[in-house]
């Protein structure tokens, strides 16, 4: 039996699409492999969000040229973020690639794996939805973006904003709960902008009444918001639905008004403040995430502080920072300079982190001795873990509990990164964790 590889970097969309694209291999008889050298079809899943990430993929194209198996036994196929609309600088630049496809673009990988394996690929392909799913699992709900930040490449790889019609995503919801899934995290690079693009205009809010009386589905996720796109419905749809997790990412990105207005971000730090407020005030105990980017060209050192003010201000669950990486073809790229050297970078990244680290050993702290609902999604050292509702990432200890389990347990240690629980008793219906 052919077998096939897939490899995966970057966001939670990447993993996604992965997902999708192993199903129609699957379905086409392949057998996966966790050995690329073992494959006949590998795939590398790309991202180009930063220069480290691409950095990595062509890493791993050169380590596959190198490699003993010869081109006419393996197809090697490219997707994602690294393949933009014109592709003859990669093709010039890695000539053993087989396969091109932009993100999403499945076809022409299930067409060539077809015509390797003497199949016709679209009689044999239906729906691109996970067989064996994990318990915890993403459906993307929108593509592409329209925002236009000036550091970022997603829009001129993955297209403007094309939203999935409301029914398919409960259809394919509905048949993810039937394979096991309990806690389903929708994606978007812009996830409440979803159905702002319909003829009929919707919201994400509309999203989250129709796939919340599914059978089987536990828990309800979204990432990730724009500030710009979040409404006072969507947020009163989180404190209104019991399945919908108190759980939001809310990207930052730089905590000084010049900053903003040269990313092209839309709002001012008071606005994201305020946004907050509203979002605390109509949902308790609700666990915010967000991202920074520290060093974007131009960003004086009482630039940067005023970032560091907004975490010691909000007091983010979680925080995903990362140095500015110019991305070719970006507005920033094309009009903004780069003024902030790589050691700068790496201090200013160094102190985010080790402020951020007081802040989410304080916050978890807070959680001693309290009762959360964790849901058990897999194993760490041979020991049981799992999330709560607000995404802390939960050890567990005492009891006898199996992936998909949702259980009650008390917390009984904690650090910056994740917390320690004893098993209760098995979860029953309640609104709060």
Request: charged share 25%; with cysteine.
């Amino acid at each position: 039996m052919a077998k096939y590889h897939i490899w995966t970097v970057g966001c939670q969309m990447n993993k996604s699409d992965s997902e999708r694209l192993a199903s129609g291999l699957d379905q086409l008889g392949l057998a996966v492999t966790d050995r690329p050298e073992d494959a006949d079809v590998v795939v590398l899943n790309t991202c180009v969000v930063r220069q480290s990430a691409e950095d990595t993929a062509t890493g791993m194209l050169g380590t596959l040229r190198r490699g003993s198996t010869p081109r006419s036994e393996r197809l090697l196929a490219v997707m994602g973020c690294m393949v933009g609309p014109r592709q003859d600088d990669l093709r010039r630049r890695f000539p053993h690639v087989d396969v091109w496809a932009r993100p999403q673009e499945y076809a022409p990988i299930l067409r060539a794996v077809g015509d390797r394996l003497g199949i016709d690929a679209e009689g044999c392909i239906g729906q691109l939805i996970p067989g064996a799913p994990a318990v915890a699992t993403f459906v993307p709900v929108i593509h592409g973006c329209d925002k236009f930040c000036t550091f970022c490449i997603i829009p001129y790889r993955r297209g403007r904003q094309v939203s999935r019609p409301l029914d398919e995503v409960v259809h394919e919801t509905a048949l993810l709960a039937g394979r096991g899934v309990r806690d389903v995290t929708y994606l978007g690079q812009t996830v409440d902008a979803y159905g702002h693009d319909f003829e009929s205009p919707r919201d994400l809010a509309d999203l989250l009444y129709a796939v919340h009386g599914i059978d089987g589905i536990e828990r309800i996720r979204f990432l990730t918001s724009h500030p710009s796109d979040m409404t006072t419905r969507i947020i009163d749809a989180v404190a209104g639905l019991p399945k919908v997790c108190e759980n939001i990412n809310l990207p930052f990105q730089a905590g000084d008004d010049a900053v903003l207005e040269a990313m092209h971000r839309g709002y001012t730090h008071a606005d994201y403040l305020d946004l907050v407020s509203s979002i605390r005030s109509r949902v308790p105990g609700v666990a915010i995430s967000t991202d920074l980017i520290v060093g974007f060209p131009g960003e004086t050192d009482a630039q940067f502080e005023r970032s560091l003010d907004m975490l010691r201000e909000v007091r983010f669950d979680k925080v995903h920072a990362a140095a500015y990486s110019e991305r070719p073809g970006t507005i920033a790229s094309r009009k903004q300079p780069e003024t902030v050297g790589r050691d700068e970078k790496k201090r200013r990244l160094a102190a985010v982190a080790a402020l951020q680290e007081r802040i989410q050993a304080e916050v978890n702290a807070a959680l001693l001795g309290a009762e959360l609902e964790v849901l058990v999604d897999g194993t760490t050292r041979g020991a049981p873990s799992g999330r709560s509702r607000t995404d802390k990432l939960v050890y567990l200890t005492g009891g006898n509990v199996d992936v998909g389990d949702t259980v009650r347990v008390r917390i009984t240690g904690t650090s910056p990164y994740s917390i320690q629980g004893e098993v209760l008793a098995p979860a029953t219906a309640g609104r709060r964790a």
